[in-house]
């Protein structure tokens, strides 16, 4: 039982990382999206 609820926790702390890094990257993207449309203009 130990085994499956630790096995758990790390695939859950592991979707965390993975799902927190691409909204970061979709945040810079938008960022830098309106950086280039303000040097544009």
């Given amino acids: 039982m130990q ?3 630790f096995a758990k926790v ?3 702390l592991a979707l965390y990382c ?3 890094m691409s909204i970061k990257n979709n945040i810079l993207r938008k960022v830098m999206n309106k950086a280039n449309r303000a040097k544009r203009v």
Wanted: proline fraction near 0%; charge should be negative.
């Fill in 3 to 5: 085994i499956s609820f």
């Fill in 10 to 12: 790390v695939l859950i």
């Fill in 18 to 20: 993975i799902s927190d």
